[in-house]
């Protein structure tokens, strides 16, 4: 199991960001996948999460309403679409595969939010 971020970066706020989450080593179609965030001095935060179909979400009270997550699985990959960041979105993002039994982690991708 393989999953790699990108699309990470310093903005401005109020700006956007679109991170990218490439899967391999597994049937990406058939599992739900997650996004979470890990910022200094805060315990790990989930995101997002989307279904295997595509056709369910969920999203942190923090980021609902600015944050969109999708997916293709025909090309096995997530993506997480950021607006309206704040410096509060600062953080190391994360995808993120229970798969098996076994939790599976990118090396993740940092977003900093800064004027």
């Known amino acids: 199991v393989q999953l790699v971020e990108s699309g990470g970066g310093l903005v401005q706020p109020g700006g956007a960001l679109t991170l990218s989450c490439a899967a391999s080593?597994?049937?990406?179609?058939?599992?739900?996948m997650k996004w979470f965030r890990h910022a200094p001095g805060k315990e790990r935060e989930l995101v997002a999460l989307i279904n295997s179909a595509g056709s369910y979400t969920y999203y942190s009270v923090s980021v609902k309403g600015r944050f969109t997550i999708s997916r293709n699985n025909a090309k096995n990959t997530m993506y997480l679409r950021m607006n309206s960041l704040k410096p509060e979105d600062t953080a190391i993002y994360y995808c993120n595969a229970d798969i098996e039994k076994a939790s599976s982690w990118g090396q993740g991708t940092q977003v900093t939010v800064s004027s």
């Open positions: 080593g597994f049937t990406f179609s058939s599992y739900p």
